[in-house]
């Protein structure tokens, strides 16, 4: 297993910007794909980004070219970087892997706060 932290969440206007991370307990270069996915409440948890090892990244298409999602293996985190944010990215976001997320391993989760 891995523990991942999410940081990075904020309140902040429509149009801004805020990066959030995602702190792998160990070298994410061995975990494999790695998922961004947000919440709202009432909603399904639902994925927004995902990259892997290689680098080959995946968005939602609500999301596409506002954010990017990267990695950083030499600091074993994975960031995702939201631009020109919208209240509707209002959400907690959360960072995991496939596997823990089917065995129902979630992280708190940073609140991503966007007002209009």
């Known amino acids: 297993q891995v523990q991942l932290v999410e940081s990075g969440g904020g309140l902040v206007q429509a149009g801004g910007s805020l990066r959030l991370s995602c702190a792998a307990s160990?070298?994410?270069?061995?975990?494999?794909?790695i998922f961004w996915y947000r919440q709202t409440p009432g909603k399904q948890r639902g994925m927004v980004a995902s990259?892997?090892?290689?680098?080959?990244?995946n968005y939602i298409d609500s999301v596409k070219g506002r954010f990017t999602i990267s990695r950083d293996n030499a600091k074993d985190t994975v960031y995702l970087r939201m631009n020109s944010l919208k209240p509707e990215d209002t959400a907690v976001y959360y960072c995991?892997?496939?596997?823990?997320?089917?065995?129902?391993?979630w992280g708190q989760g940073t609140q991503v706060t966007v007002s209009s």
């Open positions: 995991n892997t496939l596997e823990q997320a089917g065995l129902g391993n």
């Open positions: 160990r070298s994410i270069f061995s975990i494999g794909a």
């Open positions: 990259i892997t090892t290689g680098g080959t990244t």
